[in-house]
């Protein structure tokens, strides 16, 4: 017999992050949540690998919340872009975007989203990175400046959002689709039903709310 809850809607998942792109993915999947402020630095250190390096920074936010809520089930995520070695985080104004963009143009990188889950028992009991393979077409100056004046790329790690605007510059994807937009759903609700958060998946309660819309 389990010693903790699963997750429900009253008792829901906490996610350790404040990223609208996971929150949208976690309601359009059903599984009740509760989003919290991380408050942890995003820093790639070097000379660590960076499956490594997202994982830690996925570990680390959950451990910056656990404390807060300590019978509940915690997932902690963070996504990074790497090409050519170099990582990719998230830019701050439009010469930082038109500088991914630019190195990013005609080339296959790198999406890797690490997630941690925390056990109500206060311990990480899953730790995993996903890749997932991007190929940007060949873009235009003109291409980059556009997209950059819609604002989108602001705040996205590499510089564009795969399920916005941004989608037309996508030739080519190998691996998840959601895993570029910031939550491999398949291996996140894989591990959360392994590990005891779910009882079960898709959520019956969640299919029966989606159905009375």
């Not at 389990?2 to 990223?19: E, F, Q, W, Y």
């Not at 819609?150 to 996205?156: H, V, Y």
């Not at 790690?157 to 916005?164: D, K, L, N």
């Not at 939550?183 to 009375?212: D, I, Q, R, W, Y």
Request: aromatic fraction near 6%; proline fraction near 5%; include cysteine.
């Amino acid at each position: 017999m389990m010693s903790h809850h699963p997750i429900d809607k009253n008792n829901p998942l906490v996610l350790a992050s404040t990223s609208p792109r996971r929150r949208a993915i976690l309601n359009q999947i059903g599984i009740p949540f509760e989003p919290v402020g991380s408050m942890i630095e995003e820093v790639h250190y070097e000379k660590i690998q960076p499956a490594d390096i997202a994982c830690q920074m996925a570990a680390q936010k959950v451990e910056s919340v656990q404390h807060v809520y300590k019978n509940r089930w915690i997932l902690g995520a963070d996504t990074i872009v790497v090409i050519d070695k170099t990582i990719f985080g998230k830019p701050n104004d439009s010469g930082g975007c038109k500088e991914m963009l630019s190195c990013l143009k005609g080339k296959t990188h790198t999406v890797i989203t690490g997630f941690c889950i925390h056990h109500p028992e206060r311990k990480a009991v899953h730790l995993e990175a996903v890749i997932t393979k991007v190929k940007i077409k060949e873009l235009s100056d003109i291409e980059i400046e556009a997209y950059i004046k819609t604002g989108e790329p602001f705040g996205k790690a590499g510089a564009y959002a795969i399920q916005g605007i941004g989608s037309f510059m996508i030739e080519k994807i190998n691996g998840s689709y959601t895993n570029v937009v910031g939550l491999p759903v398949c291996e996140v609700v894989s591990a959360l039903v392994k590990c005891g958060g779910l009882t079960g998946f898709p959520l019956t309660f969640s299919f029966s709310s989606a159905n009375k819309k």
